[in-house]
């Protein structure tokens, strides 16, 4: 069994920036691919970026070049940093993992992240 727990969201200004985490418990931490994803009011789940567990990133076009996922495998934990965000990234983002890119487990809660212009 994993748990995620997100945490690091908040309110923040257009081109401002956060980091968000995500702590994760469970043995299968260091050979799963951890992703985030976001969901805005209305709309669908959104894929955001994914880690493997050898550290390869890949992002959605939507935050490419403003966003960086990283993994401490000795902590357990993934972080998202955000930069440069815009009002169109408000949203409640989700961690998730599973044992392939694109096959996801496990969910966190979500933690909301408020972008004001």
């Known amino acids: 069994q994993v748990q995620l727990v997100e945490s690091g969201g908040g309110l923040v200004q257009a081109g401002g920036s956060l980091r968000l985490s995500c702590a994760a418990s469970?043995?299968?931490?260091?050979?799963?691919?951890m992703a985030w994803y976001r969901q805005a009011p209305g709309k669908q789940r959104e894929f955001i970026a994914s880690?493997?567990?050898?550290?390869?990133?890949n992002y959605a076009d939507s935050v490419k070049g403003r966003f960086s996922m990283s993994r401490d495998n000795t902590k357990m934990t993934v972080y998202l940093q955000m930069n440069s965000l815009k009002p169109e990234d408000t949203a409640v983002y989700y961690c998730?993992?599973?044992?392939?890119?694109?096959?996801?487990?496990?969910w966190g809660q979500g933690t909301q992240v408020t972008v004001t212009s």
């Open positions: 469970g043995n299968r931490f260091s050979v799963y691919v």
């Open positions: 998730a993992t599973g044992p392939y890119v694109g096959t996801y487990n496990y």
């Open positions: 880690i493997s567990s050898g550290g390869s990133t």
